[in-house]
T-cell receptor, first 112, second 113 residues
Framework: DAGVTQSPTHLIKTRGQHVTLRCSPI?????VSWYQQVLGQGPQFIFQ???????GRGNFPDRFSARQFPNYSSELNVNALLLGDSALYLC???????????FGPGTRLTVL | EDKVVQSPLSLVVHEGDTVTLNCSYE??????LLWYKQEKKAPTFLFML????IEKKSGRLSSILDKKELFSILNITATQTGDSAVYLCAVAYSGAGSYQLTFGKGTKLSVIP
């Protein structure tokens, strides 16, 4: 079975631009969560979506937004990029709201 | 503030050694504790622990949770070079309709031949 997939793999942007990251969950999984991981740190929770509704939001500014589509795939959008947004963005899916989360390979975002 | 603290932050051992990784936590509305292994990018799931004192095992890896003392340990016996990775501890908690994981900084394990 295919695991969680994310696109693109790498991305380079400049300050002030916006970016859209995409995630396809494991087939049958209805929950998608997004995490930001900066070098040397553990992943930090950004959003959780379950059944297309936002169910949780971490301590991130409003420049970060996300949505989940009817097929349970998800997008993370970041506006007005800052240098500090450079990180690995991880998507995780789970069958249900409180089930074990399985991670994708991530998107490496570099902001110059 | 909810937090998860892992120790040590890094560890170098020789093949065949046994290692113990530690994770302590302070969160409200605790649901479970999870261990992940991160080699390049994607953290891969190892264990999910919800009950105190019940050891979970998978091959050479095992883990146990103490909900009274608020910590967990991950043991790896007979280490191999393929065990070299960052091991992440995460605590799942819920509140106000949300469910999220809070991660520690990870323990970087290096196994040398």
């Amino acid at each position: 079975d295919a695991g969680v997939t994310q696109s693109p793999t790498h991305l380079i942007k400049t300050r002030g631009q916006h970016v859209t990251l995409r995630c396809s969950p494991i087939s049958g999984h209805k929950s998608v969560s997004w995490y930001q991981q900066v070098l040397g740190q553990g992943p930090q929770f950004i959003f959780q979506y379950y059944e297309k509704e936002e169910r949780g939001r971490g301590n991130f500014p409003d420049r970060f937004s996300a949505r989940q589509f009817p097929n349970y795939s998800s997008e993370l959008n970041v506006n007005a990029l800052l240098l500090g947004d450079s990180a690995l963005y991880l998507c995780a899916s789970a069958p249900g709201f409180t089930d074990t989360q399985y991670f994708g390979p991530g998107t490496r975002l570099t902001v110059l | 503030e909810d937090k998860v603290v892992q120790s040590p932050l890094s560890l170098v051992v020789h093949e065949g050694d046994t290692v113990t990784l530690n994770c302590s936590y302070e969160v409200t509305n605790f649901r479970s504790l999870l261990w992940y292994k991160q080699e390049k990018k994607a953290p891969t799931f190892l264990f999910m622990l919800t009950s105190s004192g019940i050891e979970k095992k998978s091959g050479r890896l095992s883990s146990i949770l103490d909900k009274k003392e608020l910590f967990s340990i991950l043991n790896i016996t007979a280490t191999q070079t393929g065990d070299s990775a960052v091991y992440l501890c995460a605590v799942a908690y819920s509140g106000a309709g949300s469910y999220q994981l809070t991660f520690g900084k990870g323990t970087k394990l290096s196994v040398i031949p």
